[in-house]
Nanobody
């Protein structure tokens, strides 16, 4: 079992930046593949980025490649999502999630533990 708490959301103008943080407690943080998802009203929750247990491998959905960076600090039990060059279409509730499945085998359906979400709003 792992508990996840996101922070860092807010309102930003288009072209601006935000950094989301997700603090984990419970079992060993380094044993989880971590992911960031987002959901907008009327749409399915989408996997935005994921990172392997060691931090050595990452995944990004095409729409955020080159703008978002996922990272983790296993000494602080925290995963981050640095979001640059934000666009209005990035507006969503962002969720941190953890999976016990290895990075190379993880899919969006394998994440079993979730944070409460943090709102990101990008104004045009």
């Amino acid at each position: 079992q792992v508990q996840l708490v996101e922070s860092g959301g807010g309102l930003v103008q288009a072209g601006g930046s935000l950094r989301l943080s997700c603090a984990a407690s419970g079992r060993t943080f380094s044993s989880y593949t971590m992911g960031w998802f987002r959901r907008t009203p009327g749409k399915e929750r989408m996997l935005v980025a994921a990172i392997s247990r060691s931090g050595g491998s990452t995944y990004y959905t095409d729409s955020v490649k080159g703008r978002f960076t996922i990272s983790r600090d296993n000494t602080k039990n925290t995963v981050y999502l640095q979001m640059n060059s934000l666009k209005p279409e990035d507006t969503a509730v962002y969720y941190c999630a953890a999976s016990s499945v290895l990075f190379g085998q993880v899919t969006k359906g394998n994440f079993d533990w979730w944070g409460q979400g943090t709102q990101v709003t990008v104004s045009s």
